[in-house]
């Protein structure tokens, strides 16, 4: 079929270009099962057996179904209105849009077994310096997955053009069928009807998505106005009618102060913890905070149930405060620093992607500034990335130390990936670099803070081959079985940088221990976020991290089983030495956090929302509760999560979390976050 004849019924026309689109339409069917099996087949080289294999592949093709017949939407617009001028032309037009089609959904698949995360609106909250710091990082696509694409496509373009032609019917309604079932799953929200997997692990449930269904809804999401204004009189909002949660009379209520000019804004009444802990100093202790790339309680501490990797860690809890139920407040690095040092709201993108716009704000550092500390941040990549520079220096650090001042010798850069990028200096070099700029003379008190960066992806750090033969001891000590062992060593490049970094924080604090000021320093270290490239077993896994408060100070250590996260770290801290030594802070303030929680056993106190990814803001926290999007979970005391329908709970939780949009969103739109009176008398 070419162009067309004058001659031509058009009535006949019409046919001929539906039946050469049902013969496409078929083989585009056949194309989204082959990239189906094409990615189990991934899987299952990567990962090992798929369980419950039956249920996946059910689940996932419901996905396929559906993007199938969203897909074919678009090519029947693009067929359709190129038939009018050349059959031929048409059918190249399907072929090519099939073939991005196919590209992008085996590149969405790469990453996905790269992060072990599917791609989504996430991509467009990156700068393209971001993009290509991280691309560069994870060494470009692999050779394999190269040729992987082209065999795949080559089959694609084979059938289409050659298997196509030969499917027809004498059926006219079934020409008509497919072009118009298409158009009433795109408009009929006939997908909400799939309820989310829950097959025991985050890995399972995101193999079942359709990777470029769940991308391209993302994308419609982020780029269309679907922002609506909350009913604060629903009955959702404060939970009316719902049943009251556990615990819930224990949950402090915030009262806001001036909430139409400051939506944050609350007196700060955070309680000291930590001097029922502590020895009195003579002067105000030191402050070093370690935020380690990746940490999670999943391969770290007691109960770590993959097993712990670091040794070294352990042993420092048995001599310090710590926190096995901790939580962070992103799942990327993006919200450690705003969460941490200012317990701040995540606006859109996360809060250092407001960049220039970004809004006054006190932070621990300012306010220690204020009082007489001296602030550094010390990092082994470049501070640039995810803003994080921009937000020291507006929230008052006095020196960022990141990859371009590591000058002299005695520093080993990370080896780069096949790309030849390297995120910057390995952990060594961090806590050398940090002695280095260090004077023992110096005995101004400080504020400290050091980000690490060797556990990042792609997991590349010197000697790694000696790191993976002491994971292969690791295994034995902890007395892995041959399965077990089986399913942990795809994770080995991970796991060795993980012990990579144990033995680095082993020097840092034996390093540390010789120095005069060590007496006089209090350190926390806790995990930027759980590392997501080992498979998660839960939702808020993704979040779950340990925290360590350690320090010649401790007059007694404990564990604690209660759930906090890192917005409370600075409200503890100040309202720890405002206490003991007198320093000065606001009387009102915008954190979030209310303070770290010192009782022993299990509970939660907060309720907070937790960012996934700098598009993704869908998790919320209150009492021994969890949701995530429409799935409500009740948290264990092993900080598991399980599937409940408490629609009173639900409603509850879900007002919340509204409330908490809402004063976001009025920051989003320019609202201040304090006073300029209080802003100008602490920074």
Not at 144 to 157: F, K, N
Not at 179 to 188: A, H, N, R, T, Y
Request: proline share 4%; net charge neutral.
């Amino acid at each position: 079929m070419g162009y067309i004849k004058k001659s031509q019924n058009y009535t006949e026309l019409y046919q001929s270009s539906l039946l050469q689109f049902f013969g496409l339409s078929i083989v585009w069917f056949f194309t989204i099962i082959l990239l189906r099996i094409v990615e189990l087949i991934t899987s299952l080289i990567k990962y090992g057996a798929i369980k419950p294999f039956g249920e996946i592949l059910q689940k996932g093709l419901s996905y396929d179904v559906i993007f199938y017949f969203k897909s074919l939407c678009a090519l029947f617009i693009v067929h359709s209105l190129l038939s009018v001028f050349s059959f031929k032309f048409a059918k190249i037009a399907f072929i090519i849009v099939a073939v991005l089609l196919v590209i992008l959904q085996l590149s969405l698949s790469q990453y996905f077994f790269t992060t072990l995360v599917p791609l989504g609106a996430d991509l467009y909250s990156y700068s393209v310096a971001d993009i290509k710091q991280t691309v560069g990082a994870a060494g470009g696509v692999p050779l394999a997955a190269i040729v992987g694409i082209v065999v795949v496509l080559g089959i694609v373009i084979s059938l289409m053009l050659i298997l196509a032609p030969k499917i027809t019917t004498s059926q006219l309604w079934l020409e008509f069928f497919l072009p118009v079932l298409s158009f009433v799953v795109l408009f009929s929200g006939v997908e909400s009807l799939i309820k989310s997997a829950q097959f025991g692990s985050e890995y399972s449930n995101y193999l079942t998505l359709n990777k470029s269904l769940y991308f391209l809804n993302a994308s419609v999401e982020h780029f269309s106005d679907t922002d609506t204004e909350i009913d604060i009189y629903a009955d959702n909002y404060l939970g009316v009618g719902g049943s009251l949660i556990e615990g819930e009379e224990q949950i402090k209520s915030l009262q806001y102060l001036a909430e139409k000019e400051y939506p944050f804004l609350r007196a700060d009444s955070t309680a000291d913890v930590l001097s029922p802990f502590m020895k009195q100093a003579t002067q105000k202790p030191n402050i070093v905070i370690i935020l380690v790339e990746g940490l999670g309680r999943a391969f770290s501490g007691d109960g770590a149930y993959l097993g712990s990797f670091t040794p070294f860690l352990d042993s420092l809890a048995t001599k310090s405060l710590y926190w096995s139920n901790f939580l962070s407040e992103g799942g990327r690095t993006f919200a450690v620093l705003p969460s941490v040092l200012g317990s701040l709201p995540f606006g859109k993108s996360g809060f250092n992607e407001f960049g220039n716009a970004m809004p006054n704000h006190l932070s621990l550092l300012s306010i220690l500034r204020k009082n007489g500390y001296q602030s550094a941040f010390y990092y082994g990549g470049d501070s640039k990335f995810d803003n994080m520079k921009m937000f020291l220096q507006k929230g008052g650090i006095d020196a960022v130390y990141d990859e371009p001042t590591f000058n002299g010798s005695g520093y080993s850069r990370l080896p780069g990936g096949d790309s030849g990028f390297s995120w910057g200096y390995d952990d060594k070099s961090l806590f050398k670099h940090f002695f280095d700029l260090n004077s023992t003379n110096d005995t101004r008190p400080k504020v400290q803070v050091i980000l690490t960066v060797s556990t990042h992806s792609p997991f590349r750090i010197n000697n790694q081959s000696s790191y993976v033969q002491k994971v292969e001891k690791r295994m034995n000590e902890l007395k892995f079985m041959a399965d077990q062992k089986g399913q942990t060593r795809p994770y080995n490049n991970m796991l060795s940088t993980v012990m990579y970094m144990d033995e680095s924080l082993r020097y840092f604090f034996e390093t540390y221990r010789k120095r005069p000021d060590f007496a006089n320093t209090i350190f926390f270290i806790t995990g930027d976020h759980r590392m997501p490239e080992i498979p998660m077993a839960t939702k808020i896994d993704r979040y779950h991290v340990p925290l360590f408060i350690y320090s010649p100070l401790l007059s007694r250590t404990s564990r604690f089983q209660s759930i906090s996260t890192h917005f409370d770290i600075t409200p503890t801290i100040l309202a720890y030495l405002h206490k003991s030594y007198g320093v000065q802070k606001p009387s009102v303030t915008n954190w979030i956090g209310t303070g770290i929680d010192t009782v022993r056993q299990f509970r939660n106190i907060h309720p907070y929302p937790i960012m996934m990814t700098k598009s993704q803001m869908v998790d919320f926290i209150r009492g021994p509760y969890m949701i995530n999007n429409e799935d409500l979970y009740q948290i264990t005391p092993t900080m598991g999560l399980v599937l409940t329908d408490d629609k009173g709970v639900k409603s509850m939780l879900k007002g919340a979390f509204d409330n908490f949009k809402q004063r976001n969103d009025k920051i989003i739109g320019g609202l201040k976050l304090l006073p300029d009176s209080v802003l100008v008398k602490y920074k």
